[in-house]
């Protein structure tokens, strides 16, 4: 790899490690961290996702359960499945995949979930606390980004950081936390006027537009970090992200790779949320 990319596997590598010692010390307690995934319907990205993030916690030796449900559940169906997971000892976390059927309200499903258990950081209580600082399971992407950078020895304090993108699960949460890490931030959505006057002061650029390969060279300066949370299949069955890497590549100092950036760090922090979720009982 060259030298300025930011290998998320690698460091993914590295956070999962300390986990599986983590999980180790709880076992030690008589505490095996457990994880239930919550499929609704058969969309095979969501299956490719479900099923990674389960294998995962068999390799640090953490229980899981995956609960598929039929495409037509009822929203009151699913909200007691919900609840039966809430009062499972066994399980210390809990991740409804994402999207949820029409019929379904997503909010609802969320706010059901016990704050306690919610390993995905998406509870309403949890968003609540990371804007005041307070601990609490942060939204594995953005918690993932942080991660990167760490790793990555990426200053942040000062540093003008830009955030394109504002969803309540990547872009809102990633702005808040390099805010508490002393950045100035600066958001960017799809009603953001002149972009490239905003994106070219960047020192560090987060890209979270949904846009494959949006991001372009022009719209960098010279020496930032991008860090691409994108992912998508192109024609040629490829996976790319938000930003066009080859063009960025020659102006970033320091980038994210799509695969093998953002999307590793992702379930590595659903393990170590889950692994945080199960110590957090042996203070009760
Ligand atoms: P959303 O579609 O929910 O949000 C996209 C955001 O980008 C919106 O805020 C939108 O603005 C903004 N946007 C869209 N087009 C433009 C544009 N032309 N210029 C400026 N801003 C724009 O996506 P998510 O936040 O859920 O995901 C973002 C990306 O990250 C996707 O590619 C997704 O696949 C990927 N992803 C990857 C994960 C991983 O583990 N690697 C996990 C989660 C997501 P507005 O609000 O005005 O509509």
């Known amino acids: 790899m060259a030298d300025n990319l930011i290998n998320g596997k690698e460091i993914a590598g590295k956070v999962t490690e300390k986990v599986k010692e983590r999980v180790d010390n709880l ?44 495409e037509t559940i009822s929203e009151e169906e699913l909200l007691n499945s919900v609840e039966k997971l809430n009062q499972d000892e066994k399980i210390h976390g809990i991740l409804i995949q994402l999207p949820l059927p029409k019929q379904i309200n997503e909010d609802r499903v969320i706010a059901a979930i016990s704050p306690l258990k919610d390993v995905d950081g998406f509870h309403p209580v949890s968003v609540g606390k990371m804007m005041i600082g307070q601990p609490t399971f942060l939204s594995c992407t953005p918690f993932g980004v942080m991660k990167l950078l760490e790793y990555s020895d990426v200053e942040i304090e000062g540093k003008h950081a830009v955030v394109i993108g504002r969803s309540n699960i990547v872009g809102k949460p990633m702005g808040q936390l390099l805010l508490q890490k002393n950045a100035t931030v600066t958001y960017c959505h799809s009603k953001t ?56 590549k020659e102006v970033a100092s320091k980038i994210t790779p799509v695969p093998g950036g953002v999307g590793p760090m992702t379930i590595a922090m659903l393990m170590e949320n889950t692994c945080l979720a199960a110590e957090n009982t042996l203070d009760k």
């Open 27 to 70: 076992k030690a307690k008589g505490i095996t961290p457990g994880l239930a995934v919550v499929l609704v319907g058969s969309d095979p990205a969501s299956q490719t996702y479900v099923n990674s993030k389960t294998r995962t916690c068999e390799r640090l030796g953490m229980y899981s359960v995956m609960i598929e449900l039929e």
């Open 193 to 248: 006027k002149n972009l490239h006057n905003h994106t070219k002061q960047a020192d560090i650029l987060i890209v979270a537009t949904g846009q494959p390969k949006m991001i372009d060279s022009s719209y960098l300066k010279e020496g930032v970090v991008v860090i691409d949370v994108g992912i998508h299949r192109n024609e040629d069955n490829k996976l790319c992200g938000d930003v066009d890497f080859a063009s960025a």
